[in-house]
């Protein structure tokens, strides 16, 4: 087990770089991110709502999000420099962590990185989309957050998320106490399981 938020994040990465990606020489990222979208789509109608057990399944689909968006990611020309040293994606990712720190994900758990994901896939159509150059972040900023995305998904459902940072004193706790009265009983009003 790990103690530090950086290596159980590095442990993940290493995960989803070991899944092999080949670009198909023919930038086509229309369709690919059709794909992602599907997996997406697949992945909150299997895993919205939390299942006893479910956490091996729900990683496993975060791990294989990841590598299709790293693949999406190689397809632009994007992370041909992190192919065999993945040190640029996991820096940047943890640099993320400290500037985010636990809340912001830990609130709403699973429900909330599928929320994100999904917004941020829609980004991702909206700007391949059209001949517009984006406004704020870049089309590979939004790629290499859903890998970042895709990692922490596998870190909180294998209970790493919440570890502390190299650089910080936040302590371990228990997932569940995350969970405020108030938000779980919002869930159950919209017959849904408190999924954090």
């Not at 994606?89 to 500037?99: M, Y």
């Not at 517009?132 to 970042?148: F, H, K, Q, R, Y």
């Amino acid at each position: 087990m790990f103690k530090y938020w950086e290596d159980a994040a590095e442990q993940v990465i290493r995960e989803i770089y070991e899944i092999k990606t080949v670009p198909t020489g023919v930038i086509n990222a229309t369709s690919h991110l059709a794909e992602i979208r599907q997996q997406l789509e697949r992945h909150i109608s299997a895993h919205w709502t939390q299942t006893p057990g479910d956490e091996e399944t729900v990683r496993e689909n975060w791990k294989i999000f990841g590598s299709s968006a790293r693949a999406l990611g190689r397809e632009l020309g994007f992370f041909e420099k992190f192919d065999v040293d993945y040190a640029g994606v996991h820096a940047i990712v943890c640099r993320k962590q400290r500037d985010y720190g636990h809340e912001n994900i830990s609130r709403f758990g699973r429900v909330g990185l599928m929320v994100r994901l999904h917004d941020k896939v829609a980004r991702l159509e909206n700007l391949l989309g059209s001949s517009l150059e984006p406004g704020n972040e870049s089309v590979e900023d939004n790629v290499l957050d859903l890998v970042g995305y895709a990692c922490i998904g596998m870190m909180w459902e294998e209970r790493t998320f919440l570890l502390a940072c190299y650089d910080t004193t936040v302590a371990e706790r228990p997932v569940d106490s995350c969970v405020s009265t108030a938000l779980s009983d919002v869930f159950t009003k919209m017959g849904l399981a408190a999924s954090l």
